[in-house]
Nanobody
C-alpha cells in the first residue's frame, strides 16, 4: 500500500489550502484515513480522521476551520483547510489505518509529508 499526498504550500494567515491523498495497492474492508501533522520540535498529532463509513473526528484546534472528506471509490481523502493560522504550519502526513487480520489493532501506512506554511 502506498499513499501519495499533494496540495501543500505557502499561504497567508486567513487563507485556505486543500490537501489530497490517494491510497494505492491492495486492501479490503473498513479502514480509516487521516491527516496528522508535525511541527518542528513537537510530536506528531492527529488533525482529522474519517472512516470508510464517514465517521469523522477532528482535533479541537481545527474544528470549524478544517473539513475532511473522502471518496471511497477512489481511496482518496481530502483536507480542506480554511482560516489558516501561523500555528497550523507543519508537515502534514496522510495516514491509512487498516484492521490487522492476525491480531488486535491496526496496520498503519504513511505517506510522505507535505509542507504547509502559514505566514502572519
Amino acid at each position: 500500500v502506498q499513499l501519495q499526498a499533494s496540495g501543500g504550500g505557502v499561504v497567508q494567515a486567513g487563507g485556505s489550502l486543500r490537501l489530497s491523498c490517494t491510497a494505492s495497492g491492495t486492501f479490503f474492508g473498513l479502514n480509516e484515513m487521516a491527516w496528522y501533522r508535525q511541527a518542528p520540535g513537537k510530536q506528531r498529532e492527529l488533525v482529522a480522521a474519517i472512516t470508510t463509513g464517514k465517521t469523522i473526528r477532528y482535533a479541537d484546534s481545527v474544528k470549524g476551520r478544517f473539513t475532511i472528506s473522502r471518496d471511497n471509490a477512489k481511496n482518496t481523502v481530502h483536507l480542506q483547510m480554511s482560516i489558516l493560522k501561523p500555528e497550523d504550519t507543519a508537515t502534514y502526513y496522510c495516514n491509512l489505518a487498516i484492521p490487522d487480520q492476525q491480531r488486535p489493532g491496526v496496520i498503519d501506512y504513511w505517506g510522505k509529508g507535505t509542507q504547509v506554511t502559514v505566514s502572519s
